[in-house]
């Protein structure tokens, strides 16, 4: 079967699209990248979502304005996505969305929403779409993310010691796979959410992130403001856990700089970057990591990536590349393998992963132009993901 993803995280720049073709074979899951792309958010639309997340007030008009714009967005990018990667043919269509709320209350996920109308993906393509994968977990009593643990653990399963896959995205999240456990994922804190915020303030808008970290390598880590945000009982509350943008924002950054005055916004960066090497370094050692595989955007930060080497002496680092997942498509290759799987009558949430109940079915299915007609159900869900080949290009 022939997969597009799509994915939008926290940090919204972008829509990242990836196709591949993934077959089910027994216990063993074959995926067989086929390339991704990256396309932009038109810039109305971006300042849009800006100012419509929390805690920014906001009317329906607005939401309503958002779920036509993304999904419409999302439709472009899929479009190009089948013309460009697909050669015209694909089968179905899995859209993440843009998360725009995660509710959390008193420690429990009480709803979650992604808006991008899939309606505008199918009438687009043509294909059927999964979407609004994360509210059936919530329903059955999870956190609704991280769902990349599904393919996580499917990926680190064989690899020796305890593995885990760090994604640093807005938000950092790993997925740790113990010998003889279940596979256990939670959202560790901000990775780029903070740094994005402070950035953009900094300069007035000019620059919406630390390129290369290079603010941060000029500034230094003061040891007062990272006290305050390490006071944060979010880090001491027990996996499975999740949390977002309604939570580390930039009102939450001014509180703390209140708290703990620090006057050169290089100083504040370098300390926003020590604060994800801190808290992934101190999750990957509460469960005993000995290797850490990479992927999101944080990756191509080398400040960000010493500073978690320095908090993790004696645990290798390395790039999901390595293991033949392109580290910038890792979350739009989940997302279409969690979609593969609800269209194969399986689940796609780790429970042990979200905290709920059972493992569900995730996920809503718009027809495409023909009649919706569903695969034979697996006979069982997979155990291992086997990355056939790597497509040798990757359209710009």
């Known amino acids: 079967m022939r997969v597009i993803g799509l994915m939008s995280g926290t940090s919204y720049d972008a829509i990242e699209a990836a196709a591949a073709d993934l077959a089910l074979d ?5 995926l067989r990248p086929l ?6 958010y038109p810039e109305d639309l971006k300042d849009l979502i800006a100012a419509t997340l929390p805690p920014a007030a ?7 304005a958002l779920d036509t714009g993304i999904g419409r967005a999302f439709a472009s990018a899929a479009e190009r996505t089948l013309r460009e ?3 015209g043919t694909a089968d179905l269509v899995v859209s993440h969305g843009q998360t725009v709320h995660h509710w959390v209350e008193d420690d429990t996920v009480r709803g979650t929403l992604q808006l991008g109308q899939p309606a505008w993906i199918a009438e687009a393509t043509g294909l059927p779409v999964v979407s609004d994968l994360r509210s059936r977990d919530v329903a059955a009593g999870g956190q609704g993310a991280p769902l990349v643990g599904m393919t996580d653990a499917l990926l680190l399963r064989g690899l020796p010691g305890t593995p885990a896959a760090l994604n640093l995205g807005g938000i950092a999240n790993v997925t740790v796979l113990a010998p003889g456990a279940e596979p256990l994922a939670f959202d560790t804190g901000p ?10 303030h900094f300069t007035a808008g000019a620059a919406g992130y630390d390129e290369d970290g290079r603010r941060a390598a000029a500034g230094r880590t003061s040891p ?3 006290r305050v945000l390490l006071d944060d ?7 499975p856990k999740s949390t977002g943008k309604e939570h580390f924002h930039l009102p939450y950054l001014l509180r703390a700089l209140d708290a703990a005055p620090t006057p050169a916004p290089e100083d504040v960066l370098a300390t926003l970057t020590r604060l994800t090497a801190v808290t992934v370094a101190g999750a990957c050692r509460a469960h005993g990591v000995t290797e850490l595989v990479v992927s999101g955007g944080g990756l191509r930060n080398p400040v960000l990536m010493r500073m978690i080497a320095e908090e993790l002496p004696g645990v290798r680092l390395r790039p999901s590349d390595e293991l033949g997942l392109p580290s910038d498509a890792k979350e739009a290759l ?21 905290g709920a109940r059972r493992a569900a079915l995730l996920g809503s299915i718009t027809p495409g132009r023909s009649p919706l007609r569903l695969p034979e159900p697996a006979v069982r869900p997979p155990r291992l993901l086997r990355i056939e080949r790597l497509a040798e290009s990757t359209a710009p």
């Open 85 to 87: 990667l697909c050669g």
């Open 35 to 40: 390339g991704h792309l990256s396309t932009a």
């Open 26 to 30: 027994g216990d063993t899951l074959t």
């Open 224 to 226: 007062g403001l990272l």
């Open 191 to 200: 990775a780029n959410a903070l740094l994005d915020a402070a950035v953009r």
């Open 233 to 239: 009982p979010y880090y001491r509350r027990p996996a």
């Open 58 to 64: 906001t009317t329906t008009q607005a939401v309503c």
């Open 334 to 354: 989940a997302f279409a393998v969690l979609g593969f799987l609800t269209v194969h009558g399986l689940p796609g949430a780790l429970p042990s992963g979200t």
